[in-house]
């Protein structure tokens, strides 16, 4: 089994940043990737930003492009989003998740960590 632990979300004023940390640890021989979406009150989850483990290319969603920073520690199995000029419409539960290798392509979440913009 995969387990992933986030932590870092919080309370912060509009303009402000946050960085949340997700680490994964477990049955792992390889990871493909890891990322974040989020689910805003009365919304769908939707995706917010993916890296690639092996290369690191990333990808985000055009909302949070410019703002918004993933990277990566492969030593730690662990993916870190970077949330700066936060806005009140990016309060949501942000989920991470992992893509990796186990006989087949396989994905496990997070139980997310709650981000609140507000003054």
């Known amino acids: 089994q995969v387990q992933l632990v986030e932590s870092g979300g919080g309370l912060v004023q509009p303009g402000g940043s946050l960085r949340l940390s997700c680490a994964a640890s477990?049955?792992?021989?390889?990871?493909?990737?890891m990322g974040w979406y989020r689910q805003a009150p009365g919304k769908e989850r939707e995706f917010v930003a993916a890296i690639k483990w092996s290369g690191g290319s990333t990808n985000y969603a055009d909302s949070v492009k410019g703002r918004f920073t993933i990277s990566r520690d492969n030593a730690k199995n662990t993916v870190y989003l970077q949330m700066n000029n936060l806005k009140p419409e990016d309060t949501a539960v942000f989920y991470c998740y992992v893509d990796y290798w186990s006989y087949n392509l396989r994905r496990s979440w997070g139980q997310g960590t709650l981000v609140t913009v507000s003054s």
């Open positions: 477990g049955s792992i021989s390889s990871i493909d990737a």
